[in-house]
Structures are given as structure tokens and as C-alpha cells.
């Protein structure tokens, strides 16, 4: 939860004060008590929708023309992520696919324009 409340905090930052990677990262480490421990990684690039949705496997340059006839936006995406070991591990969690140590991760998306 704290991982992923540090990516909206770093979005929150782009949607107020544009992009900056570095206050970016700051602003989403000192958002929780997680600190240095959870890893940052801010991105911008410019997406169109397709079918509702972003297209963020094909990023455009922010402005250009879309397929749909609409204007490609300039998005920020704050990714985060965190390793996390289990004091104790537990039998069978590998079958299921947990494993020890996990890595927790957060992404929020914010169009800065």
C-alpha cells in the first residue's frame, strides 16, 4: 500500500508542477516512511487512446495527431517498487508464486497536459 500511495504522491507532484524527475522522486521517497528504501522511476512521453484506454505500448511525440483524429497528451507515469523480505518463511508459498524476498510495486499515470 505504501509503495503504490509513494507512485500517486510522485504523480501528484507532475500534475502540480509539471515534470522533473528529480522532484518527482523526491517527492514520492518523502511521501511515506519508506523513504530511500522504495525505488523510483518517472517517466514522460506523450500517449493517444485506443479504444478508451492509453496506448502505452506505442508513445508518440505529445501533440501529434492521433488515429482517432484527437491530440496525443503529454502523460507522467511514476513507477515504484520496493524488495520485501518474510521474517519467516512458510512452506508451499513458492508453489503459488510468492517468493521470499517479493518485490512490491506501484504505478500511478497523470496527463500534465
Same mark, same amino acid.
Given at each position: 500500500?505504501?509503495?503504490?500511495?509513494?507512485?500517486?504522491?510522485?504523480?501528484?507532484?507532475?500534475?502540480?508542477?509539471?515534470?522533473?524527475?528529480?522532484?518527482?522522486?523526491?517527492?514520492?521517497?518523502?511521501?511515506?516512511?519508506?523513504?530511500?528504501?522504495?525505488? !523510483?522511476?518517472?517517466?514522460?512521453?506523450?500517449?493517444?487512446?485506443?479504444?478508451?484506454?492509453?496506448?502505452?505500448?506505442?508513445? !508518440?511525440?505529445?501533440?501529434?495527431?492521433?488515429?482517432?483524429?484527437?491530440?496525443?497528451?503529454?502523460?507522467?507515469? !511514476?513507477?515504484?517498487?520496493?524488495?520485501?523480505?518474510?521474517?519467516?518463511?512458510?512452506?508451499?508459498?513458492?508453489?503459488?508464486?510468492?517468493?521470499?524476498?517479493?518485490?512490491?510495486?506501484?504505478?500511478?499515470? !497523470?496527463?500534465?497536459?
Amino acid at each position: 500500500m505504501r509503495v503504490q500511495n509513494s507512485a500517486e504522491a510522485g504523480a501528484q507532484y507532475a500534475l502540480t508542477h509539471g515534470y522533473d524527475a528529480g522532484q518527482i522522486t523526491s517527492a514520492a521517497q518523502n511521501a511515506t516512511t519508506l523513504g530511500a528504501n522504495v525505488s !523510483v522511476t518517472p517517466s514522460n512521453s506523450g500517449y493517444c487512446l485506443a479504444g478508451g484506454q492509453l496506448d502505452l505500448a506505442n508513445p !508518440v511525440a505529445a501533440g501529434s495527431p492521433c488515429a482517432d483524429g484527437t491530440t496525443a497528451g503529454s502523460y507522467v507515469i !511514476v513507477d515504484t517498487q520496493m524488495s520485501y523480505s518474510l521474517l519467516i518463511s512458510f512452506p508451499g508459498l513458492a508453489d503459488i508464486g510468492i517468493t521470499n524476498p517479493m518485490t512490491l510495486t506501484g504505478t500511478a499515470i !497523470v496527463r500534465i497536459n
